[in-house]
């Protein structure tokens, strides 16, 4: 069965620190997807990036960068500089292509980043 | 564009009245549509899917349903609301046949059930 762990529930950080939150996930399936979505205090999901089980490339977009590893099940990311603005739940997800056409994704269960100025 | 919206943004009810959340979809046609909850201090629950009009699926057992009566529309209702009903709930789209394709979520309704 396809699960997603963040074990990291809080992590507070002083502003300009770089953090890294961590995901592991499980899934027998050898194509799914990955994703991450933050949930700022405004409570709405926002959709941060998607990642294929074939492609292993590490992304970065600002100050924000992920590492894909398959060898370990784990898909991080790392928040560079970080900022206040950057306080928020964040959220891992995975997606079965078994799933079908039904989309369910599957969440982890959030880290809470709280950036201190 | 394709937008999504979900009301009301709170509610507070007793325990034992019902419940209707609406969500609709502007943009797109028959999109795959979800409900999920987000209990305080936990990750997000998938509660209800929907591919189709009158297509729902449930993935929790529970004392809410869902409908989706038009093909932008979906309904989350309860005949009677519990105490553990309390939490954040959300609808999401995403396009259909795309499984793989990012979820567009709505602001989000929070529930308060005493």
């Known amino acids: 069965a396809q699960k997603v762990t963040q074990a990291q529930t809080e992590i507070s950080v002083v502003e300009k620190e770089d953090v890294t939150l961590d995901c592991v996930y499980e899934t027998r399936d050898t194509t799914y997807y990955l994703f991450w979505y933050k949930q700022p205090p405004s409570g709405e999901l926002v959709f941060l990036i998607r990642?294929?089980?074939?492609?292993?490339q590490n992304e970065i977009s600002g100050r924000y960068s992920w590492n894909f590893q398959k060898s370990t099940s784990s898909f991080n990311f790392t928040i560079t500089a970080s900022q206040v603005v950057d306080s928020a739940v964040y959220f891992c997800a995975l997606i079965e292509h078994g799933s079908g056409n039904t989309g369910k994704l599957i969440f982890g269960q959030g880290t809470t980043l709280q950036v201190k100025p | 564009s394709q937008t999504i919206h979900q009301w009301p943004a709170t509610l507070v009810q007793p325990v034992g009245s019902p419940l209707s959340l609406e969500c609709t979809v502007e943009?797109?046609?028959?999109?795959?549509l979800y409900w999920y909850r987000q209990a305080a201090g936990r990750g997000l629950q998938l509660l209800f899917y929907s591919v189709g009009i009158g297509q729902i699926s449930s993935e929790v057992p529970q004392n809410l349903s869902a409908s989706r009566p038009q093909d932008r529309q979906f309904i989350l209702s309860s005949k009677k609301l519990l105490l553990s009903d309390s939490g954040f709930y959300l609808c999401?789209?995403?396009?259909?046949?795309?499984?793989?394709?990012?979820?567009?979520f709505g602001s989000g309704t929070q529930l308060s059930v005493l």
């Open positions: 943009g797109t046609s028959n999109p795959n």
């Open positions: 999401a789209w995403t396009r259909t046949g795309q499984y793989n394709e990012k979820l567009f």
């Open positions: 990642r294929n089980s074939f492609d292993e």
